[in-house]
Structures are given as structure tokens and as C-alpha cells.
């Protein structure tokens, strides 16, 4: 089933920009930075002054440098009273935007009124030297003060002055000339930073049993049951069966937890509410697991505190205690992203990590028509970022403040482990780049891209303009595009195709398998404690953009998707209805001189039965030889006509934007309602449908219609005799001249055999 295309503006673009991959230049910055463009910046570094003379009446300075180029000014912090003052800041000018000749770095002493000038040190832009990395980074010198006349003033700078690139050290913690406007407080938000994810573990408790409980009721039996809380995780076993102050259990709790272990496990044992008795263990005294043999069991003491002259003591005489099983699971692989999109197959512990296989590396050069996200000053403004995930590493671009075509060319690199994962890359708008309190809002989501490593050809270089598609409640919408550059280079091909053979998880999700609930509820617990230590990160990574680039509500319920997937199924089960329809057309004759060459060919395999399998996999091949013309030449990307977005009912939209629980009037949710169970009732018929099928199938032997049985047990011992006589060729030969007969001996009502399994009771008569 051949899908139309989606719209041109939605589709991605091959582009060609200024890079150094593939070019043969001398430059330094091709080798090693050759995924995006290069940008010139000039920049200074303020290191240190010394004897400064006092400008106040008590005869000291507060010091603090003016950095001017043109219309741009930086200015480092300041120091009261202090005549030898060190900054060591570095500011970044885009040489894109300079007009300016000269550059001027100015010392200033704070005053209430007016700032006085101390001195000052001026640069042409032609003899400042350019600085290419990997050269050592330049020393900086002294420089006498001047003037406003070109005098000698009492003090001297330490600078370094030089023009280079994105690619210099110095750039990442630089403040930038194109984000002037940012407030002090907001330049940490807009610096690139690269994070970690968290190790996560998975923590097994096994709670096998409890002795010598003591209950306050005596009058009934104890109903016990254990809690287990670690973190904002909460988990408690069954009620115990057997009703006794000795109750077991043999249960197995499952958490999710980070280092470092800040929170140690506590489990409570419980009485309809009334607590017997409580254990704390630290997880650092825990035992880590890589396999799965079971670790030694322990017990435990159970501890209960008492009211003692209104204070509460620990009870002395209790004697409680439980036994328990705990350990730290390493084999397993902590999932903590949607398992469609996992960038990271590896386990927890490293031990059991394979050599890696290749490096991914990123360029994110630039965005194009980028939606306006807020308002500024009564006009539409957007502060744009990257965010790319793959693995533990998350990297994040500087922010390029108030632009619709924003260029970062900044260059990531990440070690590949499994070609079968993905990457995942983000576009926000900053809301806090004027601080915590100018800028409370979220980071606005503009839209993502996934590439899939295992698409990509090795060692070539994919240069491509993604479209930014997001779903909103009015439907899809384009909110600019996106200019990266890709390369995937494999360190070993053989490593590469051998790991197509491995297992895609460790091997403990198949010797000791998690159920499928477990896994939804661990996933949900991963992505909570990665989004909340990312937040802790300076700069924070928002739980808004964690959420998002980890697909948090991807599990919901939406219509969209469900119908995005039945066609998907559809398209799959295509191939075979086309078979399906061509076997038909031939057992037909619509085509005579096809039917007569698939009659040669089916007397020729059952002639020479050894041929079957070589003529499949050879037309195999051959399908496959073919369809290599017509290979994707670019990454797969987002596609609105597969993800259904293009003619969604907004009313669907609605639904699926709604809040869980839901937030929406009672008439609406009793109107989706209704018609979820319209389409559910129709689901229910199909299953219906097929057991009814499956149940006929039960009853030929199962002798709940005698005379149906008596046909069918007679007629398979006539066949066995029959077919034990006849070589078996002949049998086949004759079956399939017979499928294939003329339409002539043909009529249009349906098969005795089917006649027969259509009146075959099934147990849908026995249903209320």
C-alpha cells in the first residue's frame, strides 16, 4: 500500500553549508570541528590589574573593566576597595557584527554619580593576532594604562587579546556580545553546558517473612502486610496469607534509584493501619548483583517506638524482625526513556559493558523561520536552543537571544555502543534569560527530531534542514527548521554486524523477565529522578525539556494514535493482501499466460522438491538487489501522514491535550466516552469473531456435535489410507491443479470444507 507523500513544507531538505567535512583545507578547525560552519569571534580576556590609584576621597578604587567594540560593551564585575583586583573573565565579540575598528578595554571606579575612568588600553582590530586550536592558548601580557590623551596613567591590565572561533576553550564560558542584553543574572541560563543522566539502579527487595510480630488486637488474627518507601516511591506486598504473628510472603518489590544512594529504603510492617514495627537500611551497604544468582538473605530488626511521658522513645524490649532479601540489580538496563526511541541499551553495571563500536558526532549549525514563542516590547521574539540526548549525555547549546534564524554551530561527539539506537534532538525557547525572577515561565517546546543510527551509512557526512513539527490543540503545525550535520563513524564493521546477533537488551530481561506493568511503572519512576537531578544542574536542564525529549506521555490514550497505528498494521498486512489478491487473479486466468508459466513452475518444485527453498531465497535477493536503487538517501524523520496528524478531528486533538484526570465539562467526557465504547463494542465483536473461529476449530474432535465429528474422525482415516498409498508428490500436484483449474469448473458458492467448519459449534451460544 504506497503512501502519498506529505506536503513539501513538512518535508526534509537536503542542504549544503559552508563545513569542513569532506573539503580539503589546511585549516586546524577542519579536523577536528568539521561538522559546522565556522564563525570568527574576537576575544578578550581580563585577567588582572594591579596598582590602581584611588579616585575616592579616602583614597581607594572600586574597580571594574569597560570592554567596548562598536555599539557592544561587556563589563566584568566589580571590587570594592581593592587596588590589585583579578577577574579572569573572557568576553566573546561575533566578528560577523563588528563595525568598529578599534577595540577598547577601559578601567573604571564604581561611583554613586558617575563611574570615574582610571585608564584605559586601545587595540586595532588588524594587529591582533588569530589563534586556531589545537595551538596553546595565549599567554596574557601587562599593559600600561592611558589616558583619554594617550598619556601614561599609574596603573597596568593583564589581557589576552586574539581572534579564533567557536572552537576555542574560552568559548563556552564566555559572555557573548550577541546576548548584551541579558541580564547579569540570566547569563548562566543561555551558556552551553553538557550533563549526565544519573547511574540508575534497579533495587530488588525479596520480603520473605516476619517473627515474632506483635500485634496490638489480640482478639482477632493479624492482617500484615509490608511497606516499602524509598524516595517518593512507594511499594507494599499482599496481605499475607497465613494469619500469624510469624506471616510470610516470598515478594519481590522493585524501585528505581541514583547515585550517589542519598535516601536509604524504609520498610514499614503493618496491621490494618496500626505499624508493628519499621526497618531503615542505607543502599550504600547494599550488595550489587551482576547476574542472576541470588544473593544471601539477612535479617533485619524491626524497631517501634513508643509515647513515654509525651515523648516518643524507641521500645527497648521489642524483639521483632524481618527477613529479607536486597540487592542492587546491575544486569539490567534502567530504562528511562520511551523503549521506540532508546538511545541506551547497555546495563547498569559496567562490567558487563561490550566494547564500543563507533562515534556519533553532531553538528548543530543553525535554524530557519523559527515561530515567534513570547512578546517583547509589542513584538513576537524567540530565544533559541538545542537540546540533544543520546545515552547519559545530554548536551545543551548556548541560547541566541531575540532571532528567528539563530546560528549555534556547535559540535558534540558521542561514543556508540548499539547501532539499533536513537538519537534525539530538541529546540526551546529560553524563558529565563532574564533571571529567576524575570523569567518564571517554562522553556517553550519548539519542536524535535530523531535520527535512528542504524539508518545512517558509515563515515559519510548527512547535512539536512528538519522541519520542527508540533502537535498543538488546533492541529499540526511547522515551527521553523532545523540545520544539522551527521556522521556515523564505525571503529570496527565486523564488532558492528556481530552486535546485530546480541540479544537488544541484557541478558537478565530475558533470564529473569520483568511483567510489562513493572516496566511502565519503573520507566515512569527513571524518568522522574533523571528530570529532577537534571533540574539541580546549573544551568538547570527544565523539567519541561527533560520531559519532553524522554517522551513522558507517550503511554496516553489518544485516538490519533490508535489510528495511526491500525494503519500502520495495515500497511504491514499490505504485502500480504497483495499476494493474497495476485494468487487470487492467477487461480482466476485473468492472466493466461501467467497462470501457464506459475503451472510450470509449481510441476517443476514439486518434481524437484529441493528446489523450494533456493527459489524462495534467491527471489528474496533479488527483491532486495532491487529495491537498493531506490534506498532512502536521507534520514527518516517525522511524518504527519503516518502520525495522523494532517487530518485529525480537533475534537480528537481536544482529547488528546486534555489533563489526566480530565478537566473538561461532563457532556464532553459523556460524549467520549460513548464513543470509545462504540469503538470498543466493534473491537469486542472482532475478538468475539476470532474465538468464535478458534472454537470451531476445538470442536471437529471435541464431540459436541456428533455428527460432525463422526464426518470428520471418517474422513481422516480415509485420508490417512489414502495418502499412505499415494506418494505424497502426487497429492500435491493434484491439490494444486486443482486450486488452480479453470473458472470454467469453477462456482460461485463457497467450498464443501468451508461449508462444513461454518456449521461447526463454538461456545458463542453459551455466552450471556
Not at 50 to 78: A, H, I, Q
Not at 403 to 413: A, G, R
Not at 690 to 715: C, H, I, N, Y
Amino acid at each position: 500500500m504506497q503512501k502519498p507523500p506529505q506536503a513539501v513544507d513538512f518535508a526534509l531538505k537536503e542542504t549544503s553549508p559552508k563545513i569542513g567535512a569532506g573539503a580539503i583545507t589546511g585549516d586546524k578547525l577542519s579536523c577536528t570541528y568539521d561538522l559546522v560552519e565556522q564563525m570568527q569571534y574576537l576575544y578578550v580576556r581580563v585577567v588582572k590589574a594591579k596598582d590602581l590609584p584611588g579616585k575616592d576621597v579616602t583614597g581607594s578604587c572600586d574597580p571594574f573593566v569597560e570592554v567596548k567594540l562598536g555599539n557592544y560593551k561587556g563589563v566584568t564585575k566589580y571590587f570594592e576597595k581593592k587596588s590589585n583586583p583579578e577577574w579572569n573573565q573572557c568576553f566573546a565579540f561575533s566578528k560577523e557584527r563588528i563595525q568598529a575598528s578599534t577595540l577598547e578595554v577601559v578601567v573604571k571606579d564604581k561611583d554613586v554619580v558617575i563611574d570615574d575612568i582610571i585608564g584605559r588600553v586601545m587595540f586595532e582590530l588588524n594587529d591582533i593576532p588569530k589563534r586556531v586550536p589545537p595551538d596553546s592558548p595565549l599567554a596574557p601580557q601587562w599593559y600600561r594604562l592611558e589616558d583619554r590623551k594617550g598619556s601614561k596613567a599609574k596603573g597596568e591590565l593583564m589581557l589576552a587579546v586574539w581572534m579564533g572561533t567557536q572552537a576555542d576553550e574560552a568559548f563556552p564560558e564566555a559572555w557573548h556580545s550577541d546576548a548584551a542584553s541579558v541580564s547579569t543574572d540570566g547569563v548562566a541560563n543561555i551558556r552551553s553546558k553538557v550533563y549526565l543522566s544519573p547511574k540508575l539502579w534497579y533495587v530488588r527487595v525479596n520480603v520473605i517473612e516476619a517473627q515474632d510480630l506483635q500485634p496490638g488486637d489480640k482478639t482477632r488474627y493479624p492482617e500484615v502486610f509490608v511497606k516499602a518507601v524509598l524516595g517518593n516511591q512507594a511499594l507494599r506486598t499482599r496481605t499475607s496469607p497465613s494469619k500469624s504473628i510469624n506471616p510470610m510472603w516470598n515478594e519481590d518489590l522493585m524501585f528505581v534509584v541514583a547515585e550517589p544512594f542519598e535516601e536509604p529504603l524504609i520498610l514499614s510492617v503493618e496491621d490494618k493501619g496500626e505499624v508493628l514495627g519499621k526497618c531503615l537500611i542505607p543502599l550504600q551497604n547494599v550488595q550489587k548483583r551482576l547476574d542472576h544468582k541470588p544473593v544471601n538473605t539477612r535479617w533485619f530488626n524491626l524497631e517501634r517506638y513508643i509515647m513515654v511521658d509525651g515523648e516518643q522513645k524507641k521500645d527497648t524490649k521489642f524483639a521483632s524482625r524481618i527477613h529479607l532479601r536486597i540487592c542492587l540489580d546491575g544486569g539490567y538496563h534502567v530504562l528511562d526513556e520511551s523503549t521506540h526511541y532508546s538511545s541506551d541499551l547497555r546495563p547498569t553495571a559496567k562490567q558487563l559493558w561490550r566494547p564500543s563500536i563507533g562515534i556519533f558526532e553532531l553538528g548543530v549549525i543553525s535554524a530557519m523561520g523559527l515561530m515567534p514563542m513570547k512578546t517583547k516590547d509589542g513584538r513576537g521574539t524567540t530565544d533559541a536552543y538545542c537540546v540533544a540526548k543520546y545515552g547519559q549525555k545530554w548536551v545543551r547549546t548556548r541560547t541566541i537571544v531575540d532571532s528567528s534564524t539563530p546560528k549555534w554551530n556547535e559540535q558534540y561527539t558521542w561514543e556508540v555502543f548499539d547501532p539499533c539506537t536513537v538519537i534525539t534532538i530538541g529546540v526551546f525557547d529560553n524563558g529565563h534569560i532574564h533571571g529567576e525572577k524575570g523569567g518564571s515561565g517554562k522553556d517553550a517546546r519548539i519542536g524535535k527530531v530523531r535520527i535512528r543510527l542504524s539508518t545512517l551509512e558509515t563515515d559519510r557526512v548527512y547535512t539536512h534542514s528538519y522541519p520542527l513539527l508540533v502537535l498543538h490543540s488546533s492541529g499540526v503545525k511547522k515551527m521553523g527548521e532545523v540545520q544539522l550535520a551527521v556522521r556515523f563513524t564505525c571503529s570496527s564493521l565486523i564488532n558492528m554486524l556481530h552486535m546485530y546477533s546480541h540479544p537488544l537488551l541484557p541478558k537478565m530481561h530475558y533470564i529473569h523477565p520483568l511483567s510489562v506493568i513493572q516496566l511502565d511503572s519503573l520507566r515512569h519512576q527513571a524518568m522522574q529522578i533523571v528530570s529532577m537531578r537534571l533540574t539541580r544542574a546549573e544551568p538547570a536542564l527544565r523539567k519541561e525539556v527533560v520531559e519532553y525529549m524522554l517522551d513522558v506521555d507517550s503511554h496516553m490514550w489518544s485516538m490519533r494514535r490508535s489510528k495511526a497505528n491500525f494503519f500502520r498494521i495495515m500497511g504491514v498486512l499490505s504485502g500480504l493482501i497483495a499476494v493474497g489478491k495476485w494468487f487470487d487473479q492467477i487461480c482466476y486466468w485473468r492472466n493466461p499466460i501467467t497462470t501457464i508459466l506459475i503451472h510450470i513452475l509449481f510441476i517443476i518444485l514439486v518434481l524437484y522438491p529441493e528446489l523450494i527453498l533456493p527459489t524462495v531465497f534467491l527471489y528474496l535477493f533479488l527483491i532486495g538487489i532491487w529495491n537498493f536503487r531506490w534506498r532512502s538517501r536521507h534520514p527518516p524523520h517525522m511524518d504527519t501522514r503516518l502520525s495522523h496528524a494532517d487530518a485529525v478531528h480537533p475534537d480528537e486533538l481536544d482529547e488528546e491535550f486534555d489533563t489526566f484526570p480530565t478537566s473538561r465539562p461532563s457532556d464532553i467526557v459523556r460524549m467520549r466516552y460513548d464513543r470509545l465504547r462504540s469503538i470498543a463494542g466493534r473491537v469486542q465483536t472482532v475478538v468475539g469473531d476470532l474465538a468464535t473461529q478458534g472454537e470451531r476449530f476445538q470442536s471437529l474432535l471435541s464431540w459436541r456435535d456428533p455428527r460432525a465429528s463422526t464426518l470428520f474422525v471418517t474422513f481422516c482415516l480415509i485420508a490417512a489410507i489414502v495418502l499412505y498409498v499415494t506418494p505424497f508428490q502426487i497429492v500435491l500436484l493434484l491439490t494444486g491443479i486443482y486450486m488452480l483449474r479453470h473458472p470454467r469448473f469453477r462456482h460461485k458458492l463457497p467450498s464443501v470444507p468451508l461449508n462444513f467448519f461454518r456449521r461447526l459449534p463454538s461456545r458463542s451460544d453459551s455466552m450471556l
